[in-house]
């Protein structure tokens, strides 16, 4: 079923066709609300409060762009809804106003799996996760960050840097753990 | 900016990354959209069951209410319009001699004057007897009055052949007594779980700023694509669809004023309700009297007065202020202020410039004098103009999500600023004169319609459809009910908010 068929028939009311969208993209939001929070329960909490925040605004879908894209930013914006709310999230969020530019190393090839690579991503600090996962990951540029956030481009550019460096440092260490675990396994 | 290999393949391991969601998740949605469905239904279930109601409780307080009294005729049976009904009354008492050739009618609720016992009578059978006697000198007969030809059928022509008159008329006869007339008014008238916190502890560069704010905006927010992020072009969305969604969100623009207008028809009604055919049309009824000032004179021939004209519908326009709330996303309420304009047409015969005296039947017939009157007749037609200050409440709801249709409800609390509304007195032969007194000065209104509302080229929502409203309360003062109807088309235009 294509995806317009499907959303005028959730818009009537059907429960079948919102059961068909809710798992034509369930796993891959959940996959997105994960990144944004520290475990799968509020992951999960996260995914129920925008899938019925999708279901509730779908005649608000032109059908302009992809109903995934659509319906991602929906999960997005209510992750970040969830850690304002949260307190214990917020209380994690911090950005450094410093305008520093650390050294940027070079691109390393990731030998991880999605799930290793969401892992790492999760255990950055939570100001540095949100600004990674929308910057690297959601492809928001550091003044759209700033204005989501309330913090200037420059905080948000270099706490992304930060975050990458950060990122990439425990990637290379994970990697040559799992080396030395596979040669040590032999 | 991240177009380096590093973000490419962060964005290619997160783009295939998938996580089963437990059973829970689907359960808890579905039942939160059943939840809200449930509650729309029963809301908008209300909203017809109050209107019922409503209209129940009018129907009955107005049935009750228009229970004639001693005072009161009779109206007759829905479906005649305008001309009168004249009844004579039988009075075997102050006409001793009358013989058997006097007439009987019948009626089935006749009302006998308390005041004047002696001159009433019970009226019983069911046809007329002796039909065939003319009036003479005092009229004890009791006769109707053709509809037509009211002018050419003169009295005494019309007494003689009242007996295919009567046969002809199975209408509720009402007799009345003593020295009054009866007026009429010619106008006419989340689930939520508390999150465990299994926060993994990084030992970070932490010089910060607590987080200013986060996103009020957790709904559909959308951005396009700029060329110094990372390739993400099926997250985009257009601007278009941004404001779409910015547009809808729920908070925004919650009041806007705006005009209201309408224009249409206003015509009189013998009950506020008349698709319920619970009495009849506009019709009066009213017996002659034995005026001094003319009329019916004892010891000769009497012509009857001359009833009242056919009262027809007239233009009606209201004009206004109005503000609107919207509620939900799909009801709104409203209230304003403005101005009705309402207007009925009547026939009239010749000014009479010389000063008359007419007793009114909402102040108990008291005697006043007009000095400005007309004759009862056809020669020339009248306006009738009623000018209101009125404050409306509305309730707007918009049938279907997509489509921008709305059935309104309205109530309206008016008051009758001024008028040249003439009153219908059968003394003097049947006159119509001014008297602002003879009207209710408060009018409630109930009203329904549809609209479509769509935006114009300037950016103001214009708001367009059909309207009905009826006036629950009568507009004459005395027992007499006419109701004033409208029926037209209303616009309701709600300017764009100033951008800051």
Known sequence: ??????????????????????ELFAKNMLGVCYR????????????????????????????????????????????????????????????????????????????LNAKELADLIRQLPHGYQVIFNLHAVEGYSHVEIGELLGISDGTSRSQYLRARNLLITWIENFSSDKKKEKYAGK | MPANEFEKQVQEK????????????????????????????????????????LLIVSVYYFNHESKPDNHQVDSLPAGRQ???????????????????????????????????????????????????????????????????GRKKNLPVAENSNSDNSLKNKQDKVATTTGNFDVSITQPATQKKTEPKN????????????????????????????????????????????????????????????????????????????????????????????NNPNGGSASGGGVAPPIPPSEVTGGLSFRIGYTREWQVSERSSFSGGVQYAYASTHVKIGSAVDSALRVSASYNNFTSMEVNK???????????????????????????????PVQLNFEVSLGYLLSSNALVYSSSNGGIYYQDDDAFN??????????????????????????????NTNSLLANDHKQYLWFGGLNTRLFFPKKKK
Request: proline fraction near 5%.
């Open chain 1, 1 to 22: 079923m294509d995806h317009q068929k499907l959303v005028k028939d959730c818009l009537k009311g059907k429960v079948k066709a919102q059961r068909e969208l809710y």
């Open chain 1, 36 to 111: 944004y929070t520290r475990s799968i329960k509020d992951a999960e909490d996260v995914l129920q409060e925008g899938f019925i925040k999708v279901f509730r605004n779908l005649d608000q879908y032109k059908y302009e762009g992809e109903l995934g894209a659509w319906i991602r930013r929906i999960m997005v914006n209510t992750a970040l809804n969830f850690l304002k709310r949260n307190r214990k999230y917020q209380q994690e969020m911090y950005f450094t106003q410093e305008y520093l530019h650390p050294v940027v190393e070079d691109d390393p090839a990731i030998r």
């Open chain 2, 14 to 53: 997160m783009e295939d990354f998938r996580l089963n969601p437990s059973a829970s998740v689907w359960k808890n949605v579905e039942d939160e959209l059943r939840e809200k469905k449930r509650k729309r239904v029963i809301f908008f279930l209300l909203i017809p069951a109050a209107a019922i109601l």
């Open chain 2, 82 to 148: 305008g001309r009168e009904s004249i009844v004579k009354k039988h009075d075997p008492a102050s006409n001793p001699e009358q013989g058997p050739d006097s007439h009987r009618v019948d009626s089935r609720e006749s009302k006998v004057d308390s005041k004047n016992p002696a001159s009433s009578i019970k009226h019983q059978a069911s046809s007329i007897q002796h039909p065939a006697s003319s009036t003479t000198d005092n009229i004890n007969v009791a006769a109707i009055r053709p509809l037509a």
């Open chain 2, 198 to 289: 299994d926060v993994v502890k990084v030992n970070s560069e932490p010089v910060a700023t607590e987080l200013k704010k986060a996103t009020d905006n957790d709904q559909a927010g959308a951005a396009s694509v700029n060329t110094d992020k990372p390739e993400a072009k099926n997250l985009a969305m257009t601007n278009e669809a941004k404001q779409a969604v910015a547009k809808n969100e729920p908070g925004k623009n919650k009041t806007r004023w705006g005009l209201d207008f309408s224009i249409g028809v206003s015509s009189i009604q013998s009950n506020p309700f008349p698709m319920l055919k619970l009495g009849g049309a506009m019709d009066a009824v009213y017996a002659p009297q």
């Open chain 2, 373 to 403: 009157s007309y004759r009862a007749g056809d020669d020339d037609k009248y306006t009738n103009s009623f000018h209101y200050v009125a404050i409306p409440l509305g309730y707007h709801w918009q049938i279907n999500k997509k489509i």
């Open chain 2, 441 to 470: 000065k408060m009018q409630f209104a109930i009203g329904t319609g549809l609209s479509y509302s769509f935006k114009t080229k300037k950016g103001a929502d214009l708001v367009i459809g059909p309207q009905l409203s009826f």
